[in-house]
T-cell receptor, first 113, second 110 residues
Framework: ETGVTQSPTHLIKTRGQQVTLRCSSQSGHNTVSWYQQALGQGPQFIFQYYREEENGRGNFPPRFSGLQFPNYSSELNVNALELDDSALYLC????????????FGSGTQLSVL | TQLLEQSPQFLSIQEGENLTVYCNSSSVFSSLQWYRQEPGEGPVLLVTVVTGGEVKKLKRLTFQFGDARKDSSLHITAAQPGDTGLYLCAGAFEDDKIIFGKGTRLHILP
């Protein structure tokens, strides 16, 4: 059974740039949720994709967008990067939007300079 | 606003001691989860509690869900250095959103 994998592991960008983060869900899982974890904080829900459609969104601006592909892998895109976007971005997969069992990847550490 | 408060924020104790960390909200959860996160890794699910008053044990860890499903506690018996990490509680609400607390950073001294 393949776990959740995220790429890249680390990324450095400058303010105003755009970034794409990638996530491969665990085998058999059709739901992907994205979280932002700032230093010293708990993960904050960005949005969830279920069967290629957005299925819930947290309090993040429209410059945070996503996609889910037919194989259930997912991308998180962030436009017009701001310094406060520096954080660990976590992807979690689950089955049928069943949020009681989330399996997390190791995250992408994004630094915006 | 749905908020989860965890206490204490930081805890440093000697190996062999017992400890309890807490997770509280003014809202009712449909279920509550506890995760442990180590540096450079994503959170790993420890347990899910669903029923008010439910108690679950995982070796030296005991998880309790409050009767009103608004709070939870995690008790660790005879803490070991391997228990060191960030302990996160996450509540699921009726709208299926999962909200995480800020976590309790636990450090066990050998």
């Amino acid at each position: 059974e393949t776990g959740v994998t995220q790429s890249p592991t680390h990324l450095i960008k400058t303010r105003g740039q755009q970034v794409t983060l990638r996530c491969s869900s665990q085998s058999g899982h059709n739901t992907v949720s994205w979280y932002q974890q700032a230093l010293g904080q708990g993960p904050q829900f960005i949005f969830q994709y279920y069967r290629e459609e957005e299925n819930g969104r947290g309090n993040f601006p429209p410059r945070f967008s996503g996609l889910q592909f037919p194989n259930y892998s997912s991308e998180l895109n962030v436009n017009a990067l701001e310094l406060d976007d520096s954080a660990l971005y976590l992807c979690a997969s689950s089955t049928d939007s069943f949020n009681e069992k989330l399996f997390f990847g190791s995250g992408t550490q994004l630094s915006v300079l | 606003t749905q908020l989860l408060e965890q206490s204490p924020q930081f805890l440093s104790i000697q190996e062999g001691e017992n400890l309890t960390v807490y997770c509280n909200s003014s809202s009712v959860f449909s279920s509550l989860q506890w995760y442990r996160q180590e540096p450079g890794e994503g959170p790993v699910l420890l347990v899910t509690v669903v029923t008010g008053g439910e108690v679950k044990k995982l070796k030296r860890l005991t998880f309790q869900f409050g009767d009103a499903r608004k709070d939870s506690s995690l008790h660790i018996t005879a803490a070991q250095p391997g228990d060191t990490g960030l302990y996160l509680c996450a509540g699921a609400f009726e709208d299926d959103k999962i909200i995480f607390g800020k976590g309790t950073r636990l450090h066990i001294l050998p």
